[in-house]
């Protein structure tokens, strides 16, 4: 695989994460979403989620090794990018510098996967998606797996 190299936050490739990442209806029309950490682009990878281009700093890619492999063998391109401009696509004050561009899955509720013996969780007008996100650990943890929510929550690939 080739490594491309963006060295400016204003390429337009950029300005497209930072998009992704701040509004839910930029994910909504292209059905991307950003990842950004090693743990969370390698948990991506491992689950299956489709990654169409990670983004990582030399100094990342180094660090966290172990982290990238699954997502530079399951995605289809690999960006390097420099401190600054990891900076820019940072949700965080201190960012790794690892992100990874991913296709949002499609939901696959059945009436086969509804059992009557199983645990469910209904969240309705949770606004916080870091709320959300300690809920989907907490449900992670317990093993429930089925999960709704209402239109009045948080967006979940936020």
């Known amino acids: 695989m080739t490594v491309q190299e963006i060295t400016s936050s204003q390429n337009p490739r950029i300005k497209e994460l930072v998009r992704l990442s701040s509004q839910k209806k930029e994910r909504s029309l292209s059905g991307l979403f950003v990842v950004e950490s090693a743990k969370l682009v390698e948990e991506a990878a491992l689950a299956g ?8 700093t030399d100094e990342a890619a180094e660090k966290y ?3 990238l492999a699954p997502a530079q063998a399951a995605c289809g391109s690999e960006v390097r990018i420099t401190r600054p401009v990891a900076e820019k696509l940072a949700a965080s004050q201190h960012t790794q510098g690892i992100f990874a561009l991913c296709r949002i899955p499609e939901p696959s ?42 239109h009045d929550c948080a967006n979940i690939f936020n």
């Open 109 to 150: 509720l059945t009436a086969e996967s509804l059992s009557p013996q199983g645990r469910y969780l209904v969240l309705s007008s949770l606004q916080d998606p870091g709320n959300i996100g300690t809920i989907l650990r907490v449900c992670d943890w317990f093993g429930i797996r089925n999960i709704f929510c209402d």
């Open 65 to 67: 090794a172990p982290y």
């Open 49 to 56: 989620i489709g990654i169409e281009a990670l983004y990582r």
